[in-house]
């Protein structure tokens, strides 16, 4: 039995396998290949694409999909091996995850990191302790990475651009308000240098590099794909010759869980908002990002408007990746 907690589980002929799946599910989307088969889908946090994309995927396939919010129209779930659960958490993780296995055939969790602790949140241990209990295929739907997310990502710039190796990809950090999750980041990270792809990561100053992890790990991937990475802190170097602008926003790791002391950093780089003047300094540069998008904070009316704008293909993408993933992890058929 496999997982799919993360795509560097996954070897790059696996993932192209499923996207290649993805691209037929794309012509052809109702078959019975998941008839009476099931997916229980658990929320910590909110969702839009992940929840209808899951929901309605399944649902294709002739199967159904069973949402549950713990803490909300579920037991809240405590996680940790060895809790003395005197909090508000009803259910712990053995129990939930047990009873979903012989209810369901998948079971998909969403649960952002706690932003207290990175030492403790980058370790990712609450998918991997439902994977632990779990009998049946667990599906990552976003934790300290988004791999579903950058396999709608990949699907999209595979229908784009045909071959993506050697192709100039830009992760840039944006402007927000507040500390985000370097999900996304992470996995985009991973799954560009993954397929070949030269990557530069755009961000302020060195505060706002990613995990070691998922750096160390980027760069195996792409000397082994043949790609490359590449940090920069230079807004119109990074752009230059750009075939691809991926833009996130994600917190500066040392101020982890101390917000107000990150605010006082992040707040001189509005400017790394991506706008019209920036897209021009690419090579006719496609631009995406994983909504939801704040206008005009990340990304301007003009470029979110743009033909060059593929963010709303990648969010439709989830449903077809996601449907060859379930398939994948049934072993179904089409």
């Known amino acids: 039995m496999k997982h799919f907690l993360t795509t560097s589980d996954w070897s790059r002929e696996e993932l192209d396998s499923m996207l290649q799946l993805a691209a037929e599910l794309k012509k052809t989307p109702l078959n019975s290949s998941l008839k009476g088969r099931s997916i229980a889908l658990l929320f910590l946090n909110p969702s839009l694409r992940t929840r209808t ?3 309605l995927g399944m649902q294709q396939l002739g199967g159904i999909a069973i949402v549950l919010q713990p803490g909300k129209d579920a037991w809240g779930l405590e996680f940790k091996t060895g809790a003395v659960m005197d909090g508000d958490a009803e259910e712990h993780i053995a129990e939930a995850a047990g009873v979903l296995s012989r209810y369901c055939d998948l079971i998909g969790l969403r649960a952002f990191p706690s932003f207290v602790d990175w030492s403790k949140d980058r370790e990712d241990n609450v998918i991997k302790s439902l994977a632990k209990h779990s009998s049946v295929p667990v599906i990552n739907m976003e934790t300290i990475v988004h791999p579903c997310q950058e396999m709608a990502m990949m699907l999209t710039l595979k229908e784009r651009m045909g ?13 927000h308000p507040r500390p985000l999750n370097t999900a996304v980041a992470n996995s985009a990270l991973l799954m560009g240098t993954k397929f070949g792809m030269d990557v530069t990561l755009l961000c302020p100053e060195p505060a706002f ?4 992890q998922f750096m160390d790990k980027a760069k195996e991937n792409a000397a082994e794909s043949g790609g490359s990475l590449q940090v920069s802190h230079d807004i119109e170097a990074a752009y230059a010759g750009a075939d691809f602008v991926y833009a996130k926003s994600w917190g500066a790791l040392p101020y982890y869980g101390r917000p107000e002391e990150e605010y006082e950093l992040r707040k001189k780089y509005r400017h790394f908002i991506v706008n019209e003047e920036k897209m021009a300094l690419t090579d006719n540069g496609l631009f995406s990002h994983c909504l939801p998008l704040r206008r005009n904070i990340k990304a301007t009316d003009g470029v979110m408007d743009a033909r060059y704008c593929v963010a709303l293909d990648e969010a439709e993408n989830r449903l077809h990746v996601q449907k060859a993933l379930m398939m994948n992890l049934l072993g179904a058929d089409q």
């Open 209 to 212: 590099l990613l995990d070691s």
């Open 163 to 175: 071959t993506v190796a050697k192709r100039k990809m830009v992760l840039t950090w944006t402007w």
């Open 53 to 55: 994309s899951f929901d």
